[in-house]
């Protein structure tokens, strides 16, 4: 297989896997077919499969597991909310003005607590994943050493602190990130002329090629699957 770039992504260079061969196209009536093996049509199937152990579930994929985005991201299980947050709620308020009854406005929460929401959601997914890799036997080289946001000047310091509180309102807790002083922060990493960071422990780092085959290996180890 030729790609523009020669080489679809570093981690599926990096990360040889043993190829999975392609299961015949089912004649069987199936109760869930997903089109693409990345992560979406992956944890799909795998929540599908613990939801109803007894479905029949096909996955197909025009290339290989991980071929896409999948296999080419920057290897993050990142605390960040992509976007902007405060844009977000603004949209939900709108919603929930002009359709009080509708999905949005049903639902009870206003923009900022469904952001908060949205958020608190993102930190149980990085949890999940861990945990499910640990469960499953999946070795993605993951590592949980958190992210850290370094300023190396006065205005770099307000910007951290607004962005600390812009956090707090949207769902951190003090147990999500901590504002540490230059000391602190050359304490963690060495940084030239760092006045101080703000640390964010949950963030996780994995090989993204290694978690996709690792699913699709759960996937047919639990027996059922096409891929």
């Known amino acids: 297989m030729s790609y523009f770039n020669g080489e679809a992504s570093h981690w599926l260079t990096a990360s040889p896997a043993e190829p999975l061969t392609p299961s015949p196209l089912p004649a069987e009536k199936q109760d869930l077919v997903i089109v693409g093996g990345g ?97 499953e036997g999946i070795d993605a080289h993951q590592v949980r050493g958190g992210h850290i946001d370094i300023a190396q000047s006065e205005a770099g310091m307000s910007r951290l602190r607004e962005l600390f509180e812009g956090n707090a309102q949207f769902g951190y807790g003090p147990e999500d990130m901590q504002f540490l002083d230059a000391a602190e922060t050359r304490s963690r990493i060495n940084v030239d002329r760092a006045q101080g960071s703000i640390y964010f422990p949950g963030t996780a780092a994995l090989d993204p090629a290694l978690l996709t085959r690792g699913l699709a290996r759960v996937l047919r180890d639990q027996g059922g699957e096409n891929l």
């Open 39 to 135: 992560l979406t049509g992956l944890w799909s199937a795998y929540c599908a499969r613990r939801a109803h152990p007894d479905w029949e579930i096909t996955i197909v994929e025009a290339e290989h597991i991980g071929y896409g985005a999948s296999g080419r991201n920057g290897g993050w299980l990142s605390t960040l909310l992509p976007g902007n947050r405060a844009k977000y709620a603004e949209a939900v308020d709108r919603a929930r003005r002009s359709d009080p009854t509708g999905p949005v406005g049903s639902a009870g929460l206003d923009g900022v607590a469904s952001v908060r929401a949205f958020q608190s959601a993102l930190f149980d997914s990085i949890d999940e994943v861990l945990e499910v890799c640990a469960a």
